[in-house]
Each structure stands twice: as C-alpha cells, then as structure tokens.
C-alpha cells in the first residue's frame, strides 16, 4: 500500500506537449518581442555634432545659420532645420545661440527693432535679449537664450546640444 500517486499516459503526454509548446513559443516570441521594443532599448542617439562651417566665417557680429539634424525617435527617422546665432568673442571663443525665445518659444531677430538696435528682439511680447543671450530684464523672458555645445575640429565647427545659457540678465 503505498502513496504512490501515478500519472496517466494521457495526463502525461498532455503536460509533455504543452511544455514542448511553450518552448518552440516563447522561442519565437522572444525574438518577435525583442524586435518590437529594440527602439526603446536603444537609447536616443543624441549629442551628434554638425559642422555649420568655418570658424573664420565668423566675426563680432551674430550671424544666422542653418543646418539639418537627423532625429530618430524609436521608428520614425526624420530631419529637423534648427538655426543658430552664432559670432565670435573677444577671447575668440564661439558664441552660438539658440533663437528660441526663453518667453513662450517664439523666435528671435538680431536688430531688427529699430527701437532697440544692436539686440536680439523677441516680436511676439517684445523680449529682448542682449548681444550674447543675456535677457534684459524688465521685458517678458526671465532667463537668457540657450545656446549650442561648440566644437571645433579639422579647421571646421560643430555644433551640438543646447544647453542653458549661464550668463545672468542684464539691465536695458
Ligand atoms: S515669446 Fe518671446 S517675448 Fe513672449
């Protein structure tokens, strides 16, 4: 008389097919799966920096420039046009600014109101912004205009990220 307890043939080839099955499944699955959600693991391949020209091209004076960045978030690849404005420091560092307005996202000119020359001027709520981003205070943005990682490298320069403008805002 013992405890044996027995299986029948049909239970037992009832849970042998099904893990069969479960193996050849999660077999196929797992790759299907990984497929799916490889974006994800990707990461963003951010922190590309585009050359936008010469050093030499730049002087004193902001200068607008234009250049193309590849995106690609999970599936969809596109380009996206962003703009800088860029010029040369004293010390011969390069400035190159965002012209995103740090209001509401407008976009910002280099003198071009005749009621405040020689600034970056924000139409949408009048901001302005002096010659190296710094927001003049008083007027709607309450911090200065991001500017670009820069790069130079094989006589050509880069530009990369923005990132926040450190400089503080300055009385108009
Ligand atoms: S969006 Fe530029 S001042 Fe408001």
Redesign the pocket.
Known sequence: MGDKREISRRTFLNYALMGTGGFLAAGMITPMLRFAVDPLLQGHAGGDMVAVGSPDDFGPDPKRVEFKVHTKDGWYESETTLSAWIRKLEDGTILALSPI??????T?DWNTSPDFPNEYF?P????RYAINGEHILG???TASLDEYETEIKDGKLYLGAVKANPRAGVSG
């Open positions: 307005c740090k209001h509401l996202g407008c910002v924000c949408c709520h009048m901001g007027t709607p943005p």
